[in-house]
């Protein structure tokens, strides 16, 4: 049965983007091709005509988006248009744009860009609206919307089919505003601190500066083997050696790593450095940056995350990792002399660990296994083991530690910054250390970097960098859960795994409903209905009515009559069942094949036109604006041909 339905379904989509095309070709074919239209004039935004309505009101104006609902009324129509800003009604009439234009109109789907010219008013129910003038053709949607592009089931292919996420979901749109808002106000406070933002390769022979895994690629040209970086550290660090004392950028990393709600293949890094200050210093700037961006972009620095408020107003909490494990741990590393002690109480407390780990190690393990997820207000987690930073200057009074931390909110690591290590003697031992542990199976480990030594041995000054993720900010900014919300295209494994090539479009179209209406907030204050029938009638008159659910097969206008329409149906008997209604003035033909509506199928025939009408399709009546409005009573495709109502 669920197989019937799907083929079902499959076919009716079908007919629906078959009919587009034709549409597209009768158009063409009558010198009205929307793709030959290269430009179109809009004057405003859909909120910019809201906004400014009484200096607006009665004047002419225009907009451009695409048609998102579209309501036939006989000769006067409404439709709401999207754009960039938001949507807008249109009160479409025959009687303004012209008997040729309205009839092209009511021949508009779901998904077509228009542009629309007309004068600013009100309806009677106070909404802003625009009473047109002109409508133009801009593009023809050849596909058909989805009614619903979002929920559990379709979350896989939004993040595949952005565009179509982006049209039918206005909060996912506001995300990726506030994203690009994000970055932009973090670059305009960098600059402002007398920052340079400069571009680093994409393409490196050895990639450092992190702990993860690269991706390889193959330079044709040059013969030889690249990767791709993993991070922006030593080649921003070799600007500072050479004399750009504040320099940052803001780009895409890769890392060959897992995917999960916080960790994506490619994501945005942003690394700074700054001559002559240290790891305090980048504590003040982030404390700092993280609030100016807040204020600016939210209007306020209290945020709320998944139901969690967190005040970027306060003074961030200060800690280091050895008070941190100790607090949530109840283990004093102060106490823990040896490498045998830190096992013994990895043992005692379940932490598993390497045979290649050593003390720091296992104490960075403590740190995940019993702090992070405490770490909600933002914390900054001070003086880390050495063993777990190679790049980062020791604390002269505790050569086992440096001065490093991690920034943390909602229990995730949001930067990490370090007082930058520039003794090349030390960053070579470093980096024979790092060695050893690649050579011992650590794949994540760094290698050394001949240039990068050599820029130290230049000379460096003392020096205070840091490495924001970037798409962790705009979803702890954006109250998003993944770190799919907020990367307008993640990467995603292919549909077709063994080919390696996705079937995104036919994805697309098995999934999305083939249905044109796009579930709206409807206004009812503006609609008038016919009063009830006082008079009764008795019960078993009425249960003799047969009213079931049919499929349109086929529809057609009847020649020589401009309100009727001819209905082929399935009404679940072995022989097909004509019925005429007069709805031409409110929909076209093939707008409906392929849809489920109701009928009375045990009617007398009568003849209309010439051709017996065997029963009455069920259709709405109502008056809105002034206007007769009429809906089809259509229901949900699930139901099957002749099911009966009750």
Known sequence: MAEQNKNAQEQDLNKLLKVRREKLAELQENGKDPFQIVKYDATHHS???????????????????????????????????????????????????????????????????????????KTKTGEISIHATAVTLLSKSLQVLPEKFHGLTNTDLRYRQRYVDLIMNPEVKDTFVKRSKIISTIRRYLDGQG?????????????????????????????????????????????????????????????????????????TLMELY??????????????????????????????VYNGVEMDLGKPFERITMLDAVKKYSGVDFNEIHTLEEARAAADAHHVEYEERHKKGDILNLFFEEFVEEHLIQPTFVMDHPIEISPLTKKKPENPDYVERFEFFMNGWEMANAYSELNDPIDQRERF???????AQGDDEANTTDEDFMNALEIGMPPTGGIGFGIDRMCMILTDSAAIRDVLLFPTMKSLDAKKGEGKAEKAVENAAVAEEKVAEKIDFSNVKIEPLFEEMIDFDTFAKADFRAVKILECEAVPKSKKLLKFTLDDGTDRKRTILSGIHEYYEPEDLIGKTAIAI??????????????GMLISAVHEEDGHEGLNLLMVNDWIPAGAKLY
Do not use: W
């Open 47 to 121: 909120q910019e005509i809201k906004d400014a309505f009484d200096e607006l009101e009665g004047k002419s104006v225009s907009v451009a988006g695409r048609i998102m609902s579209k309501r036939v009324m006989g000769k006067a129509s409404f439709c709401n248009i999207q754009d960039l800003k938001g949507n807008i009604q249109s009160y479409v009439a025959r009687d303004n744009i012209g008997e040729e234009s309205y009839k092209d109109f009511k021949k508009m789907d779901i998904g077509d860009i228009v542009g629309i010219k007309g004068e600013v008013f």
């Open 195 to 267: 920052f340079m933002e400069v571009e680093t390769p994409m393409l490196v022979a050895n990639a450092g500066g992190a702990a993860a895994r690269p991706f390889i690629t193959h330079s044709n040209a040059l013969g030889e083997d690249f990767k791709l970086r993993i991070s922006l550290e030593l080649y921003l660090k070799r600007l500072i050696v050479g004399g750009l004392e504040r320099v940052y950028e803001i780009g895409r990393v890769f890392r060959n790593e897992g995917v999960d709600t916080r960790h994506n293949p490619e994501f």
């Open 274 to 303: 700054q001559a002559y200050t240290d790891y305090n210093g980048m504590m003040d700037l982030t404390e700092n940056l993280y609030r100016y961006v807040a204020q600016e972009v939210l209007g306020t620095t209290k945020i």
């Open 432 to 438: 024979k250390a790092q060695e050893e542990l690649l």
């Open 601 to 614: 199928v045990n009617l007398p025939p009568r003849k209309m036109m010439g051709i017996d009408s065997e």
